[in-house]
């Protein structure tokens, strides 16, 4: 295993649609219509909570086609996060972007993001928005 390979045994940290985490700056205000309706498609803090464990896994895998899976019994939700391009590197960290699906109560919902390692096994979403469709 290289370097950028490492076993995952952390987590992710970061700002997750308009849900806030400390030390993580915001980005630009949406009007109140497309805030509302992006915050209806992300998934809940309880369902996010388990899925960042998938996010920590696939990041922390090589390739872009390895997806993981996650489940929140909870909730019924699921889902998978599969990463969509090889690591790079920003501001000295690695960094890797994604697409996760979340399943609940019938409805499939796709979001996009992005993540950059802050240690072995521990990732920081950088950003996380529902992902439309071309």
């Not at 390979?5 to 980005?27: D, H, L, Y």
């Not at 072995?120 to 996380?128: C, D, F, I, Q, Y």
Request: net charge positive; glycine share 12%; proline share 6%.
């Amino acid at each position: 295993m290289g370097k950028d390979e490492e076993p995952v045994k952390g987590g992710v940290t970061g700002s997750i649609g308009s849900r806030r985490v400390p030390g993580v700056a915001a980005s630009g205000a949406a009007p109140a219509s497309v805030a509302t309706q992006a915050e209806a498609a992300m998934p809940g803090e309880a369902d996010l909570a388990v899925a960042r464990s998938a996010i920590a896994e696939a990041l922390g895998k090589s390739g872009t086609t390895t997806s993981s899976s996650w489940e929140n019994p909870a909730t019924g939700a699921r889902g998978t996060v599969t990463p969509i391009t090889a690591a790079y590197k920003d501001e000295g960290r690695t960094c890797r972007d994604f697409l996760a699906s979340h399943v609940r109560d019938g409805n499939e919902t796709w979001l996009q993001g992005g993540a950059c390692r802050i240690a072995p096994g521990r990732w920081e979403v950088k950003r996380l928005k529902p992902w439309k469709r071309a």
